[in-house]
């Protein structure tokens, strides 16, 4: 078996977080201004440039945190929710280049499928400035997604919560 522990540059964890309301699965994304690409960018007089996109919450690992720990706190920063964990829902692989050394870097970011437990009201601070938080229908969600790969596992993650709610009403 091959050692994949040095595979990967840099590892992340994140949520897929629902909440059940009047019977139907609602979805939690956040809504971030997407950063424009590295060079000169130039708005027309009056327009603003900034592009918001609706993603998952995640982020880096702090050292010596596990997966599932880093996952729970990314929630609790972006989304400003309480969650439970109910399963691993899967992983994507991201390929990119450093802005610097412009070397090849493989991220890759697991994510938990999270039952939403209350709200809380803990300080965030990032790079990344997250200017809003919405709770979709699963239609919805997966059009508002900016990746593929998160549509994805909204998709696997509806799947999985129907199935579950199916079985649990017939035992």
């Not at 007089?45 to 995640?58: A, D, E, S, T």
């Not at 802005?99 to 803990?122: H, P, R």
Request: no cysteine.
């Amino acid at each position: 078996m091959e050692d994949k522990s040095n595979y990967y540059n840099e590892r992340s964890a994140g949520g897929v977080v629902y909440k059940i309301k009047d019977g139907q699965i609602w979805w939690l994304l956040i809504k971030v201004i997407k950063r424009p690409k590295r060079g000169p960018v130039r708005a027309k007089r009056g327009q603003n440039n900034q592009r918001f996109i609706y993603k998952l919450p995640k982020g880096h690992l702090n050292p010596g945190e596990y997966l599932k720990a880093a996952a729970l706190r990314e929630v609790a920063e972006e989304a400003k929710v309480e969650a439970k964990i109910v399963k691993k829902i899967g992983s994507n692989d991201y390929v990119f280049k450093d802005a610097i050394t412009k070397e090849k870097l493989i991220k890759k970011v697991t994510f938990f499928l999270m039952e939403y437990k209350g709200q809380v009201t803990n300080a965030y601070s990032d790079a990344e400035k997250i200017v809003g938080r919405a709770w979709l229908r699963t239609e919805v969600a997966i059009r508002k997604l900016a990746y593929d790969s998160e549509k994805i596992l909204i998709k696997k993650a509806d799947v999985f919560l129907k199935h579950e709610r199916k079985n649990t009403k017939t035992n």
